[in-house]
């Protein structure tokens, strides 16, 4: 059994004071915004981007009754008139059967649908490479904003990380509103997620650490639950507004008012304790007593002030140590740097396949915005699923059967005939489900296998890692241009891979949090016994 320490404290603090105490309760409350907030900006990609009708411009006809010349002055494929060729004009001023060649040419400007996106503001028409590169430059901003919040968190709180991320991003995403370019669009982009996307992690942490070991998995589907409202009402935001600049100024503003965190929302007690910090944690525990109407045993808080002040005089250098001396011994520690470098795969197969699967759901048969509203309401039962399984099978077994499911749903789309209507929905549905499962038990076990002195910080590197999937994902739908399953073959390789990979995990159900490394490293060494 792992060795008792300062987090054990914590715990039997936080259930003295209940499961989901007012104060837990109204800190979650805080929380939950900016994770129903950050549930948009995932996903606003795919309206703002939208892939909408168009076709080659014929500068000789237009005017005139289209319905006259249109089939005579674009070929089709399919079926439906090529986007981006049309016939070349043979010089006379009839736009009739007789006025075009047959000789094929490249479009140069073209006519857009009544449809709003970027790609009619801009003229993107046949240019699908600078569509998809806006997704992309969103996700790379994460490799930045990641590590550096991840950073900032853990030298200077949660809090203070997460209000000013927050606030980054939607001063950028407002500004983006008003992009009077393509260049100016994708460069607001990235900004947005290089200076802000790390609030939600760093909101995802504070959680985390604010509830004992039963608590997590509850508080992490709560988190969900809000992720996933805020993707569903993006979908309904779009379908009313239909336009993009107004989406962007609606969903972004609110993120702005976040900065009013720093002065309302108290620092995380278990941050400060292992910071040294015992005078603020004890603030923080005695406000959370006035809220819940509970007095603590004093020597309950004497044990919190003991085990603190005996890591002092030993010199408990983990605790006290800079970020980047913890860092090093992280990369010393065979054991805890090939669990860092599991975690990191699990991470990308999740974003990869979860954001590819949201991508392209866009483009299947019906109206796109309840297709994306269907793909994201499926991750409520999957999120209660979660919620059921965790605690009961543990997270090892349950990752390694969703990653293996999802791989079997994506790739059965292959053995079914595209004309079939009801079967490629229903495969989708499962893979969206299955993979949705695996994210929500990745966040919870990366969370709870690192030591609390680095936790934010290799919980940022893994997610940093893992959006190498979502930078990729708004690629993936070129590559049904080759073939039209050959994205969720990819989704059901990665998956497979990560279902062998996810049995070397440690098992962390009812686990106390390690706040060291030696700690973390006993995870994989001892057989846990669950605590409560």
């Excluded at 991003?169 to 790390?198: D, K, P, Q, W």
């Excluded at 900065?259 to 005695?286: H, M, Q, T």
Aim: net charge positive; glycine share 6%; aromatic share 12%.
């Amino acid at each position: 059994m792992l060795k008792e320490a300062a987090g054990s404290a914590v715990d039997e603090v936080w259930r003295k004071l209940g499961p989901f105490g007012k104060y837990t309760v109204v800190n979650y409350a805080l929380l939950l915004i900016p994770c129903y907030l950050y549930g948009m900006y995932g996903s606003v990609y795919n309206f703002e981007a939208m892939d909408i009708n168009y076709r080659c411009e014929i500068p000789e006809c237009e005017g005139t009754d289209e319905a006259i010349w249109l089939e005579y002055a674009i070929p089709k494929e399919n079926s439906k008139f090529d986007r981006c060729k049309r016939y070349q004009f043979n010089g006379t001023d009839k736009c009739e059967v007789g006025g075009f060649t047959s000789t094929v040419v490249g479009c140069h400007s073209y006519v857009y649908s009544d449809e709003d996106s970027v790609v009619k503001d801009f003229n993107l028409g046949c240019q699908n490479w600078k569509r998809t590169l806006i997704g992309t430059m969103y996700g790379a901003g994460f490799f930045i904003s990641l590590p550096i919040t991840g950073i900032l968190s853990d030298q200077f709180g949660r809090v203070k990380a997460m209000a000013v991320a927050c606030f980054l991003c939607g001063v950028l995403g407002v500004i983006r509103s008003f992009s009077i370019n393509y260049i100016m669009l994708i460069a607001t982009e990235f900004l947005e997620t290089a200076l802000g996307a790390g609030a939600y992690n760093a909101a995802f942490v504070f959680a985390m650490e604010l509830v004992r070991p039963k608590g997590r998995v509850f508080g992490n589907t709560l988190i969900n639950f809000a992720y996933i409202c805020g993707t569903m009402t993006l979908s309904l935001l779009a379908w009313y507004l239909q336009n993009w600049r107004y989406l962007l100024r609606c969903i972004y503003t609110p993120a702005i008012l976040v900065i009013s965190y720093l002065f309302i929302l108290n620092e995380n007690p278990r941050w400060l304790l292992c910071k040294g910090r015992y005078a603020d944690a004890l603030s923080v525990i005695n406000k959370a007593e006035k809220m819940n109407n509970i007095k603590l045993p004093e020597e309950l808080l004497s044990s919190l002030q003991s085990e603190s002040g005996a890591k002092n005089r030993k010199g408990y250098k983990e605790n006290q140590e800079t970020l980047t001396s913890v860092l090093k011994k992280v990369t010393k520690s065979k054991t805890i740097a090939l669990r860092l470098i599991l975690c990191c795969y699990l991470w990308v197969t999740c974003s990869f396949t979860y954001y590819g699967l949201s991508i392209n759901s866009v483009f299947l048969a019906g109206n796109r915005y309840l297709n994306f509203l269907l793909v994201a309401f499926v991750e409520i039962p999957a999120n209660a699923i979660c919620l059921l399984v965790l605690d009961k099978f543990g997270r090892k077994k349950v990752l390694v059967i969703v990653y293996m499911l999802s791989a079997v749903f994506c790739m059965s789309l292959s053995f079914i005939p595209k004309e079939t209507s009801i079967w490629p929905l229903l495969l989708y549905l499962g893979g969206k489900f299955s993979i949705t499962i695996a994210y929500s038990t990745v966040y919870v076990t990366v969370s709870e296998v690192f030591p609390t002195n680095a936790r934010q910080s290799l919980l940022a590197f893994c997610a940093t890692t893992g959006r190498v999937g979502s930078t990729l994902a708004p690629q993936t739908p070129l590559l049904a241009l080759y073939y039209h399953n050959l994205p969720t073959i990819f989704f059901g390789t990665v998956a497979l891979l990560a279902s062998a990979l996810a049995l070397t995990l440690p098992e962390t159900i009812n686990v106390t949090l390690p706040d060291n490394i030696e700690e973390a490293e006993q995870m994989t060494k001892l057989k846990q016994v669950a605590k409560d």
